[in-house]
């Protein structure tokens, strides 16, 4: 892999004996502030021994990779055969990912031109979901370049700093505080003395929240837990409204001989948290 712009090796080891083919390499690529998976991927030949279900094999193991980092991901490379050929595909299909040949068609209302002797489109790209937006000017060039391959050049023009995903934020569970059925009971029948039951199921869940903070109020400071319930704990039925969130890598690289965790960090939470390892090893250093 050759860039112009940031890119390192992706935490995610590679397990036995994938970590030394050299079919396969991959990278984490930095625009602005998001990061995404990059993958180039090397197909076995049609005139090597079981070569789709070997190549296969390797989307396989691809797969499985970007599905444990939960970043964007681009799959390219040479793969010896149309990417909708190999089983793997339909897993790609189901997470959202396109092929560059199905995102040209859509764009350009025709189908992509061949990249190999005229007659094939082994020469491609899968991506995620999260990226077909940003992808533009497909271009199949001639073969000036190699014997038998048409190169493929495409533009990933990402408006503004980040990348967002949408998701849901749900209410947290308050059964880490560990209360009680009596407790909750006994909450309950205070609260029916100040109000009535419920009239909807938005209301059961405003109750439901009452009654464990009247409990939370309840232990005036007995134990660590909170006086009241927290605003992460509220929310139940009620409408959820899908909310933006950056979709970055957040730990730089370790200097040499520092903490380096073994997978990417993507909430703000375990990024502090891997900072603080750091600085303890460091003063224990």
Same mark, same amino acid.
């Given at each position: 892999?050759?860039?112009?712009?940031?890119? @390192?090796?992706?935490?995610?080891?590679?397990?036995?004996?994938?970590?030394?083919?050299?079919?396969?390499?991959?990278?984490? %690529?930095?625009?602005?502030?998001?990061?995404?998976?990059?993958? %180039?991927?090397?197909?076995?030949?049609?005139?090597?021994?079981?070569?789709?279900?070997?190549?296969?094999?390797?989307?396989?193991?691809?797969?499985?990779?970007?599905?444990?980092?939960?970043?964007?991901?681009? %799959?390219?490379?040479?793969?010896?055969?149309?990417?909708?050929?190999?089983?793997?595909?339909?897993?790609?299909?189901? +997470? /959202?990912?396109?092929?560059?040949?199905?995102?040209?068609?859509?764009?350009? /209302?025709?189908?992509?031109?061949?990249?190999?002797?005229?007659?094939?489109?082994?020469?491609?790209?899968?991506?995620?979901?999260?990226?077909?937006?940003?992808?533009?000017?497909?271009?199949?060039?001639?073969?000036?370049?190699?014997?038998?391959?048409?190169?493929?050049?495409?533009?990933?023009?990402?408006?503004?700093?980040?990348?967002? +995903?949408?998701?849901?934020?749900?209410?947290?569970?308050?059964?880490?505080?560990?209360?009680?059925?009596?407790?909750?009971?006994?909450?309950?029948?205070?609260?029916?003395?100040?109000?009535?039951?419920?009239?909807?199921?938005?209301?059961?869940?405003?109750?439901?929240?009452?009654?464990?903070?009247?409990?939370?109020?309840?232990?005036?400071?007995?134990?660590?837990?909170?006086?009241?319930?927290?605003?992460?704990?509220?929310?139940?039925?009620?409408?959820?409204?899908?909310?933006?969130?950056?979709?970055?890598?957040? %730990?730089?690289?370790?200097?040499? /001989?520092?903490?380096?965790?073994?997978?990417?960090?993507?909430?703000?939470?375990?990024?502090?948290?891997?900072?603080?390892?750091? @600085?303890?090893?460091?003063?224990? /250093?």
């Amino acid at each position: 892999m050759i860039s112009s712009i940031p890119m @390192r090796p992706s935490r995610l080891q590679l397990p036995d004996p994938w970590r030394l083919n050299p079919r396969i390499s991959r990278s984490i %690529v930095q625009i602005g502030s998001s990061h995404f998976q990059f993958w %180039v991927v090397y197909g076995y030949a049609a005139s090597q021994p079981r070569h789709l279900e070997r190549t296969n094999e390797l989307l396989e193991l691809v797969f499985e990779q970007i599905s444990d980092i939960p970043l964007p991901h681009i %799959v390219a490379g040479d793969f010896n055969a149309e990417i909708t050929n190999f089983p793997v595909w339909e897993e790609f299909r189901q +997470k /959202g990912s396109l092929d560059l040949a199905t995102i040209y068609h859509s764009q350009q /209302g025709r189908p992509m031109p061949s990249t190999c002797m005229e007659s094939t489109r082994p020469d491609s790209a899968i991506i995620s979901k999260e990226l077909i937006p940003f992808v533009s000017n497909i271009w199949v060039m001639d073969t000036t370049w190699f014997a038998t391959h048409s190169p493929v050049i495409f533009t990933l023009d990402i408006q503004g700093p980040t990348i967002f +995903k949408e998701r849901f934020v749900l209410p947290k569970s308050f059964m880490e505080f560990a209360p009680t059925k009596p407790d909750l009971e006994v909450a309950h029948l205070k609260l029916l003395e100040l109000e009535g039951p419920p009239n909807s199921l938005e209301e059961c869940g405003v109750v439901v929240e009452k009654i464990v903070d009247i409990w939370l109020q309840s232990r005036d400071g007995e134990s660590e837990l909170p006086q009241a319930l927290p605003s992460s704990l509220r929310g139940r039925c009620k409408e959820q409204k899908l909310k933006k969130s950056p979709v970055t890598s957040h %730990v730089k690289i370790a200097r040499e /001989g520092d903490f380096e965790p073994n997978d990417e960090i993507i909430s703000m939470a375990t990024r502090r948290k891997t900072t603080q390892h750091r @600085r303890i090893r460091c003063i224990n /250093g």
